[in-house]
């Protein structure tokens, strides 16, 4: 069984979750459910990142201990999982004993090697990124950009990373491993950033004015600086678990790949003689009117409020059917109602409905046999449009081109409720010819089968409503997926149920824009 381990990026606790970060969970959810289905023995972590000056901050203002608030913001995080439907394997926190001691280990087998020194540093620092700036990183008028808040220039000893002397192997191994980075073009920008000098990690904060971080092992004076921290966790959640490290994917947001995941994350794992993974899967943003939806900017959505609104599945295949992975996205209610009404009510919906009210009342509830001799074009284009919506679905979700499978299976719904429309198994129902008969045999089974196919297809990304159907077509599917996606007939004789509210309307008074077509 080839391994897959695939992880999020782990959220800060110093805010609720939003929706970018609930679009990253769903993203790596619906990877981790596709390779699973097609027999790969999956490992999925998500995560917290607790430890820093700004979840300091906030625990102090709240006037209760960091360790406290971070229980109480992790387990909000934590409980959005099951909300919607992701299947991880294991939650880790940066506070967790096991993260802590395998961070210090690692710390202190640099130490030894000589890769980590002490020396003085002057520079100018910002509070609320966490980081020392450069002259590089000023306004043309020498001011400090407005996203480094408070900019003080201070003097302190700290604890190195010796980074810049792994530039030129990292720009071998970019020039060696060009799908690294997924999309190609962030990989480019990548080899872009590496033209220019890197300086060594400043690894360490003095615990006078950090004191929420990881004592460094060979000084307990120092705590480690975040992202050596954070980045570790993909490491420490798996350390004792054998077969499992190297991770296959990291899906991140783009804003952290450059310098951490792409630069910082690759070299402490070669420094440390750790296997690197096979690569790093950088999506894009959730924007609302062009602006990056974040709790600084105060335009973040609640995930939880579309769920409860919609259902876990309608939120996942928006997020999905939406965003092309890599290039960012506009969140709009519009949009959403636009997409939930023309392809889980109508298409979908639609076709559940009439799958189970025509079996019910054409064929007793029992998915008729088709007629083989009764076919004709109709039957034989619909077949034919499954084999190759079937064969461009797999290798699309291979590559990460989720949106435009989820595009196929609509077409192929869409085209199967045409097919409805033409048969009419409605006016095949009041003949008693025998050829008629057949014909509607034929047309029931193949709509059930359709719908059969189709959901098969989908239930990466909408597994709760998947099941529901199989459930109402009275069928169980197997264990080996792709052989799910065959066109064979196998729910003749199965009892279908008579109805299933899968998608209802939003409510009437609710203005939507006219449905796509
Ligand atoms: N703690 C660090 C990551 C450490 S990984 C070793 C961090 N946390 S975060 O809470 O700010 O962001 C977590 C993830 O959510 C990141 O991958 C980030 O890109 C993603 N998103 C945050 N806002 C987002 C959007 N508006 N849209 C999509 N994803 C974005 O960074």
Not at 143 to 158: A, K, Q, R
Request: glycine share 6%; charged share 25%.
């Amino acid at each position: 069984m080839k391994s897959f381990y695939v992880t999020t990026a782990i959220d800060y606790v110093n805010g609720s979750p939003h929706l970018g970060h609930a679009y990253e969970k769903v993203l790596t959810d619906v990877m981790a459910r596709f390779r699973r289905q097609l027999g790969d023995s999956v490992h999925f972590l998500t995560g917290v990142d607790e430890h820093g000056q700004k979840v300091q901050a906030s625990a102090k203002q709240r006037g209760i201990p960091p360790q406290q608030f971070c229980d109480e913001v992790s387990q909000e995080f934590r409980a959005l999982l099951p909300k919607l439907d992701i299947s991880n394997d294991d939650f880790i926190r940066t506070t967790d004993e096991r993260h802590k001691r395998v961070v210090r280990a690692v710390l202190q087998q640099l130490f030894d090697m000589g890769e980590i020194y002490k020396a003085e540093y002057r520079g100018f620092y910002s509070t609320r990124q966490e980081q020392f700036l450069q002259e590089k990183d000023r306004n043309p008028d020498g001011s400090w950009p407005e996203l480094f808040g408070e900019v003080t220039e201070i003097v302190e000893s700290n604890y190195f990373f010796k980074l810049k002397q792994y530039q030129p192997w990292l720009v071998e191994f970019y020039e060696k491993h060009e799908n690294f980075i997924f999309p190609a073009f962030r990989q480019k920008q990548v080899v872009e950033f590496l033209k220019e000098p890197l300086n060594d990690l400043c690894i360490s904060r003095p615990r006078e004015r950090l004191e929420w971080g990881i004592p460094l092992p060979f000084d307990e004076g120092y705590v480690t600086y975040v992202w050596f921290d954070a980045l570790l966790n993909y490491y420490s959640a798996v350390a004792d678990k054998p077969g499992i490290w190297p991770a296959t994917w990291h899906v991140i947001g783009k804003d952290i790949l450059v310098p951490p995941h792409a630069v910082y994350w690759p070299i402490m794992l070669h420094a440390a003689g750790l296997p690197l993974p096979q690569g790093i899967v950088a999506h894009g943003w959730w924007l609302q009117r062009g602006a990056k939806m974040s709790k600084s900017t105060g335009n973040a959505l609640n995930p939880l409020d579309l769920v409860a609104e919609f259902g876990a599945d309608a939120f996942r295949y928006f997020l999905i059917r939406e965003m092309n992975v890599g290039q960012d996205s506009d969140f709009t209610r519009e949009q959403f109602l636009v997409r939930y009404n023309s392809e889980l009510a109508n298409n979908l919906g639609n076709l559940v409905n009439r799958t189970l009210n025509m079996t019910t009342r054409f064929a007793a509830g029992n998915v008729p046999d088709a007629d083989a001799a009764a076919e004709d074009e109709l039957e034989k284009n619909l077949r034919a449009l499954w084999s190759r919506t079937r064969d461009e679905f797999i290798p699309l979700c291979e590559g990460f081109q989720f949106h435009t499978a989820l595009e196929r299976a609509m077409v192929f719904l869409t085209e199967t409720n045409a097919y409805i429309e033409k048969r009419a198994p409605w006016k095949l129902g009041k003949s008693v010819e025998a050829k008629d008969q057949a014909l509607l045999r034929t047309a029931l089974a193949t709509m059930a089968e359709a719908l059969r196919l189709a959901v098969a297809l989908i239930q990466h990304v909408t597994p709760a409503s998947s099941a529901k159907i199989n459930a109402v077509l009275g069928y169980t599917p197997g264990a080996v997926w792709r052989d799910e996606l065959n066109w064979d007939g196998r729910l003749a004789g199965r009892k279908v149920e008579g109805a299933l509210v899968l998608f209802p309307r939003p409510a009437p008074t609710e203005k939507t824009p006219a449905a796509k077509a």
